[in-house]
């Protein structure tokens, strides 16, 4: 005979079982994404497609996985990406050590190199959309998966390139109504210059570290230009006295800079000049900028020339720029962006009511009707009354109902509610199709 569990017990164990915790949840700094996030990252997308096909760049996508020494030799080791940052990946094969990708720029440049391109697309242009990993502190538009979309041009000397990639940034923006953009650019020199400014930086420096932070002590030794970007309070107050990258630039790489200014003012492409920006990674030659928005701390968006990376590789020679954008800081940007106006948003699209278990059935059938029409539509299953799918329709802000009934089946017709003005009327199915195209029009 079954055991009676008393009423009391039973409501308890109820209670206990549904506080009970979920033990699992996304990695720490990385999100899922739902479907609002998706309205955000199309609208990007699309005009990341739309920028591209204009300038001629063809859409890649590497591995997310690629040997770890890419990046310790490409993006490189001092660069805090790579000494910090970097998530390794342990195979059971002999692959050696892989990581998770922290940036695209090394993987393109070996994608390009391993098919053989050099050969034949010349420049390589390419664009990409793409998930990357950082092992970062999280806090706000800093995450531990994030995506970027960006541009780079292989086997591209010329100084219109760097133009070009600066350009097809700032469109990005443009296109998605990002209020105030603005280029902040430097140029580093190539080697012979940056060799020079070094020393320069060193002498200035000298006699001066002890007052600085442990990493700028660190850098002195290693990589003395990221002494200019350091955050730390201790080590502003020597920014402004050092020597400057472009007092320092010699030769062939200073026309170039001199260039790349010059095409941004063809096009008018508000820039300012900014002595202490160095970026953070290894691999930058000559020109290297970020790209900021009003209201907005962080940088949106950065790049540079990479002249001697695929060398660093171990592949030929070939210079090449590109940029990329953070997608999570862009969308941070549309969003306060949008606030006001979405206040007031219209209401669109149709939502499908059904109430009993033939109108549940007939409603497959209307959902191929629209499906065949390509309209579409919403609907709420897990409801049954009318009232909580209408509340869930007015919850979507869609402009029309449509409500099957018992009624409604039996006559082969549709109710179609105006969910603005609340007025209905029956309209026959055969004619549905045509009577929601012309209403849709209508708005
Ligand atoms: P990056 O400056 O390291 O450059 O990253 C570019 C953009 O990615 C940043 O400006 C930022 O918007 C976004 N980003 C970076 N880290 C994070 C993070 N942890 N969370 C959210 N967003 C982030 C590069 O990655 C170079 N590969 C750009 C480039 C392409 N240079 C030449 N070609």
Redesign the pocket.
């Known amino acids: 005979m079954p055991i009676k569990i008393p009423k009391a017990q039973k409501k308890k164990e109820k209670k206990v079982s549904s506080r009970k915790k979920f033990l699992f949840s996304s990695p720490r700094?990385m999100h899922d994404l739902f479907k609002k996030d998706f309205e955000y990252r199309d609208k990007i997308e699309q005009a990341t497609k739309k920028v591209a096909s204009f300038y001629g760049f063809d859409r890649i996508e590497t591995p997310i996985l690629e040997d770890a020494k890419i990046f310790e030799r490409g993006?490189g080791l001092s660069s805090e990406?790579v000494s910090k940052q970097m998530f390794y990946a342990k195979s059971r094969g002999s692959e050696g050590r892989l990581a998770l990708r922290?940036?695209?720029?090394p993987g393109v440049l070996r994608a390009y190199i391993q098919k053989g391109l050099q050969q034949v697309l010349v420049p390589g242009k390419f664009f990409y959309i793409s998930p990357?990993f950082?092992y970062?502190r999280p806090q706000a538009?800093?995450?531990?998966q994030?995506w970027?979309l960006?541009?780079?041009v292989i086997q591209s000397p010329q100084a219109i390139y760097d133009a070009q990639i600066i350009i097809a940034t700032y469109k990005i923006c443009q296109e998605l109504h990002i209020k105030n953009p603005i280029i902040k650019i430097n140029s580093i020199g190539g080697r012979l210059s940056r060799n020079g400014y070094i020393k320069k930086l060193k002498d200035y420096y000298r006699g001066k570290t002890t007052k600085m932070c442990k990493d700028c002590q660190k850098r002195y030794k290693d990589n003395p230009l990221r002494m200019l970007d350091c955050k730390n309070e201790r080590c502003q107050v020597f920014k402004d006295e050092a020597p400057q990258a472009i007092d320092a630039l010699v030769g062939e790489d200073r026309n170039h800079f001199k260039q790349v200014l010059e095409y941004l003012d063809e096009v008018e492409i508000p820039y300012l000049i900014d002595h202490a920006l160095v970026?953070?990674?290894d691999y930058?030659t000559r020109t290297v900028f970020?790209?900021f928005s009003e209201n907005y701390d962080?940088?949106?968006?950065?790049?540079?020339r990479?002249d001697y990376l695929s060398e660093t590789l171990g592949g030929p020679k070939m210079a090449?720029?590109?940029?990329?954008?953070?997608?999570?800081?862009i969308i941070d940007i549309l969003k306060e962006q949008e606030k006001p106006r979405k206040t007031s948003q219209k209401r669109q699209g149709i939502f499908l009511v059904q109430m009993g278990q033939e109108a549940k059935k007939r409603s497959l059938r209307i959902l191929e009707l629209l499906y065949e029409a390509r309209i579409p539509i919403k609907e709420s299953f897990t409801k049954d009354s009318m009232k909580a799918q209408l509340k869930a329709a007015d919850k979507e802000g869609s402009r029309f109902a449509l409500i099957l009934g018992q009624r409604e089946v039996f006559e082969d017709t549709i109710l179609l509610r105006d969910m603005k003005t609340g007025n209905q009327e029956v309209v026959a199915c055969e004619k549905l199709v045509s009577e929601v195209k012309k209403r849709l029009k209508k708005k």
């Not at 538009?141 to 531990?144: A, E, I, M, S």
């Not at 090449?320 to 800081?329: C, D, L, Q, W, Y």
Request: glycine share 26%; net charge neutral; charged share 25%.
């Open positions: 700094g993006t990406v922290p940036e695209m720029t990357l950082r970062e538009g800093r995450f531990r994030f970027q960006g541009f780079e970026r953070g990674l930058y970020e790209i962080a940088a949106l968006g950065g790049g540079g990479y090449g720029v590109g940029s990329a954008m953070g997608i999570e800081r």
